[in-house]
């Protein structure tokens, strides 16, 4: 079983984006059915950090008070995918996002995640 993130790309300060993550078969392969799902985010020379997290009930928790109010984290309908919607970007949200899945309850420690995706690269621009 693998994750696939996307969504990342190039974005002005102050836009948005959306990221993706589901199971491996290109995107329609798996569910994520008693699954929570945490972002995870690594920018160049700092440490992996827990930016939000869905469980397998629909909690969101955040784990950056930078981010509430701007990132919100949902479930596709039909539970193969989760999304994280990101607005009013800002230049310190630049990073590579990670998407992780365990089994139903979210952690801020990701070493607890069975399923890592490979990260896609968001780019914040002045």
């Known amino acids: 079983v693998q994750l696939q993130a996307s969504g990342g790309g190039l974005v002005q300060a102050g836009g948005s984006l959306r990221l993706s993550c589901g199971l491996s078969?290109?995107?329609?392969?798996?569910?994520?059915?008693?699954?929570?799902v945490g972002w995870f985010r690594q920018a160049p020379g700092k440490e992996r950090e827990g930016v939000l997290c869905?469980?397998?009930?629909?909690?969101?928790?955040y784990y950056l008070d930078s981010v509430r109010g701007r990132f919100t984290i949902s479930r596709q309908e039909d539970e193969k995918l989760v999304f994280l919607q990101m607005s009013d970007l800002k230049l310190e949200d630049a990073a590579v996002y990670y998407c992780?899945?365990?089994?139903?309850?979210?952690?801020?420690?990701?070493?607890?995640?069975?399923?890592w995706g490979q990260g896609t690269l968001v780019t914040v621009s002045s």
């Open positions: 078969g290109g995107m329609s392969g798996g569910s994520l059915v008693n699954s929570a």
């Open positions: 869905i469980d397998y009930r629909g909690t969101q928790t």
């Open positions: 992780a899945r365990r089994r139903f309850y979210c952690s801020v420690n990701g070493s607890v995640y069975e399923f």
